[in-house]
T-cell receptor
Framework: EAQVTQNPRYLITVTGKKLTVTCSQN?????MSWYRQDPGLGLRQIYY???????DKGDVPEGYKVSRKEKRNFPLILESPSPNQTSLYFC??????????????FGEGSWLTVV | SQQGEEDPQALSIQEGENATMNCSYK?????LQWYRQNSGRGLVHLIL?????REKHSGRLRVTLDTSKKSSSLLITASRAADTASYFC???????????FGSGTRLQVQP
């Protein structure tokens, strides 16, 4: 079954404690990205990756890091989380950029609370 | 920056009625997609319409695109309680390497 799997699904952490949200896809997609969803703001892209070892900033990259060492994995790293990073995070993948009409597949979301 | 803006922000209808949601965008696009999100879950792709298309159907869904007005509409016919969800439009333009999502329309279908 085609899947984008992200973990953890729910996390409460404290300010400044580094955390990683993992993301894995089983569709051999080249393109992966991370979004955050906040009330009234829709989905905003944090980072994306066109392929292995190729990553680029989205609209709201501050406070986040990513890596793409393998095609299927695209972890999101919060080196020093702050309360304004409390949000619902989605990992997504597609066979193309998405702008050319490729369907984007989303994970189930990770609820992150930073206190 | 937000490209797509959905209207209305919230919509409540009775089962069996039709639901219409609108999306406006700002820049030139090469395609527009609609996604559905059940509460707190991931988004699911519904339908894609390309910039050279004016209308597209998929089951009970009908999407129109008016590039001169930079707007699209999603019509769900004969709605069901299971259609209760948030609906997002997402635009793809050649200047960006990502889809840009609007803030969504929350649809409530009363049984």
């Amino acid at each position: 079954e085609a899947q984008v799997t992200q973990n953890p699904r729910y996390l409460i952490t404290v300010t400044g404690k580094k955390l990683t949200v993992t993301c894995s896809q089983n569709m051999n997609h080249e393109y992966m990205s991370w979004y955050r969803q906040d009330p009234g703001l829709g989905l905003r892209q944090i980072y994306y990756s066109m392929n292995v070892e190729v990553t680029d900033k989205g609209d709201v990259p501050e406070g986040y890091k990513v890596s793409r060492k393998e095609k299927r994995n695209f972890p999101l790293i919060l080196e020093s989380p702050s309360p304004n990073q409390t949000s619902l995070y989605f990992c997504a993948s597609s066979s193309g950029q998405g702008t050319s009409g490729n369907t984007i597949y989303f994970g189930e979301g990770s609820w992150l609370t930073v206190v | 920056s937000q490209q797509g803006e959905e209207d209305p922000q919230a919509l409540s209808i009775q089962e069996g009625e039709n639901a219409t949601m609108n999306c406006s965008y700002k820049t030139s696009i090469n395609n527009l997609q609609w996604y559905r999100q059940n509460s707190g879950r991931g988004l699911v792709h519904l339908i894609l319409i390309r910039s050279n298309e004016r209308e597209k159907h998929s089951g009970r869904l009908r999407v129109t695109l008016d590039t001169s007005k930079k707007s699209s509409s999603l019509l769900i016919t004969a709605s069901r309680a299971a259609d209760t969800a948030s609906y997002f439009c997402a635009t793809g333009d050649t200047g960006r390497r990502a889809l840009t999502f609007g803030s969504g329309t929350r649809l409530q279908v009363q049984p």
